[in-house]
């Protein structure tokens, strides 16, 4: 199961925004059509996105410069405009950083020979991210108890990393185990990223899962149907304040309420400990036009109705029970404990 | 702004499974189609519902027998067959309880008679609705200070009662009286009662309103932009517990974790004091396909996906601050206070 290809320099991706009616793969010969391709929404998730601006630049490379003072204006250039596609999930911001500085310790090479060191950094991200995946699900899944009933919201499978998933992937992971889970899946609106692809995922691998509106979550918290919940990041700060996708925060309050543990998975790369706490995060404002049709259809309230669209938001790390990442579990004290392990 | 008419014995509707796109007026002729119309939701809203109900058994009248104990078995089974349309909303069988009481109390009199008493009952029922809401609405208003921000959910306005509404109604007064109220609106998945009616009666009484996800109300409560909550009630226990639109349940606890005020607004007739606590109300499941669907639209999921779609749920009195009848306000403790004031 994969969401994105590189190949004989070529970059290929799935249209998440055709999912799941539809499996359209589209390709990315352009560095304007990878920014495009991510801030649409035809690629996301946040792993899945650094990935794929890494190769994005790659894809830009013959159409610069072989003088080399030429050249790294160009790529300078070139990582500022992919980085403002989102502003949000920092993968996007670490894997461009990591190419920017595989560039800088290379940079008495020749133009060509650093081209060859962008390619192989990019490969390298691409790998890394697979086997990041592997060993998140393998922490993560220790976690989870045989017959699990556990509550997820947005995307967080294969579509949305090179790999697994982080939070889907954990869940992968308590299926091949035989653990048997049951999840119920958030729609996650205005963009319906659970209905279209979580389910999407789910069916393809055959694991047992209701969808729910967004709205019903305390309910079955209530009724006492959900045992776990596991969600994604997009950034964790130094304090483990955690901005994922809109909802997050109110699953994380209504788990502290109804006393359910409640998980982040995220690779060490969703760490930004430039950051000490969540509320330096910027949380990234779309139009209301998302809120106000739906998957673009007709409008669902009066033309002249006003929406407010937030994409993200912030959960406290007060109310995360603890945050399964590559490295490990981290469990509070978050600030010392991400400390710690997180390193880059 | 009225929502249904009854006039020389013929009964109208405004489709509201319609809006906001269309405003379709509806005939309704035969009890057949009164029941089909509460159903599948083209009149809806706890008290309309009542009203609209009575109505039903109106125009039925002319179709059942002049014969006494005849007639007395065709009322009968009307009213059962209306009260099955919709399980959770008490005001449905309260409303019929009424009928059902005048022609009790008047027996002895001709089929004739009786069908005339029917007929003033079923308009006494629609006159009272509307005075209900105005009191309601004064006694709500009261609780509200100048500029400030409600949210509210599913719909509880004009197109919710006979009046001006319940929720909604108290806004709309303090609108009147110069309090300049900005509305946050749930969009209520999954019929989007919130996007649909709400924002569309907030836009015809000019209303400075902001629709949003459902999902985002946690986050607006953590960012200090809401200062109450307004909801309506399908059904409220003895205890206080209270059915309401999916989704209500979730509001009152994240305002519980803000200390928001969270306001239930009802008329007497939405109590029902048979049951002791909120587990003894019925919780209506309605298709799955609702949710799998976005208003008739195509899937916005794998079409093997299981949808759960809990119509309703139930918010314990100890999460709400208020309950504003039209009695006036009952504050905790809501045994004794609702024993003390609400009589039917």
């Known amino acids: 199961m994969k969401s994105i290809k590189f190949k004989n320099k070529k970059l290929f991706y799935l249209d998440q925004t055709k999912l799941p009616g539809q499996e359209v793969w589209k390709s990315c010969k352009t560095i304007k059509s990878g920014w495009k391709a991510i801030k649409e929404l035809r690629v996301r998730g946040a792993p899945l996105i650094g990935v794929f601006a890494a190769y994005s630049i790659c894809v830009h490379l013959d159409k610069c410069s072989d003088k080399k003072a030429i050249f790294f204006n160009q790529f300078k250039k070139a990582l500022d405009y992919l980085k403002s596609a989102r502003p949000t999930a920092v993968n996007l911001f670490w894997a461009l950083d990591r190419l920017d500085k595989a560039v800088s310790e290379n940079k008495d090479k020749t133009v060509k020979q650093i081209k060859e060191i962008i390619i192989k950094e990019a490969k390298l991200i691409h790998r890394e991210d697979i086997s990041t995946c592997e060993k998140l699900a393998d922490f993560g899944a220790a976690?989870?108890?045989?017959?699990?009933?556990?509550?997820?919201?947005?995307?967080?499978?294969?579509?949305?990393?090179?790999?697994?998933?982080?939070?889907?992937?954990?869940?992968?992971?308590?299926?091949?185990?035989?653990?048997?889970?049951?999840?119920?899946?958030?729609?996650?609106?205005?963009?319906?990223?659970?209905?279209?692809?979580?389910?999407?995922?789910?069916?393809?691998?055959?694991?047992?899962?209701?969808?729910?509106?967004?709205?019903?979550?305390?309910?079955?918290?209530?009724?006492?149907?959900?045992?776990?919940?596991?969600?994604?990041?997009?950034?964790?700060?130094?304090?483990?304040?955690?901005?994922?996708?809109?909802?997050?925060?109110?699953?994380?309050?209504?788990?502290?309420?109804?006393?359910?543990?409640?998980?982040?998975?995220?690779?060490?790369?969703?760490?930004?400990?430039?950051?000490?706490?969540?509320?330096?995060?910027?949380?990234?404002?779309?139009?209301?036009?998302?809120?106000?049709?739906?998957?673009?259809?007709?409008?669902?309230?009066?033309?002249?109705?006003?929406?407010?669209?937030?994409?993200?938001?912030?959960?406290?790390?007060?109310?995360?029970?603890a945050i399964i990442t590559d490295k490990g579990v981290i469990y509070p004290p978050y600030k010392k404990n991400i400390k710690r392990l997180i390193k880059w």
């Open 143 to 321: 976690l989870i108890k045989n017959n699990e009933n556990i509550l997820t919201h947005c995307n967080t499978g294969f579509l949305a990393t090179s790999g697994q998933g982080t939070a889907l992937g954990v869940i992968f992971k308590t299926k091949q185990q035989g653990k048997n889970p049951t999840v119920y899946i958030d729609e996650t609106r205005p963009l319906l990223q659970g209905a279209r692809l979580t389910a999407w995922e789910l069916s393809k691998k055959k694991i047992k899962s209701f969808l729910i509106t967004d709205n019903s979550a305390a309910f079955l918290m209530q009724n006492k149907m959900i045992d776990s919940i596991i969600v994604g990041a997009d950034r964790i700060a130094a304090s483990g304040d955690t901005a994922n996708k809109i909802g997050t925060y109110n699953l994380a309050v209504l788990a502290d309420y109804h006393n359910i543990p409640f998980y982040v998975a995220a690779p060490q790369s969703t760490f930004d400990l430039s950051l000490q706490k969540g509320e330096d995060i910027v949380i990234e404002k779309r139009d209301g036009v998302e809120v106000k049709k739906v998957l673009g259809g007709d409008f669902i309230c009066p033309a002249e109705t006003k929406a407010l669209n937030f994409a993200f938001d912030l959960t406290p790390s007060g109310l995360i029970t």
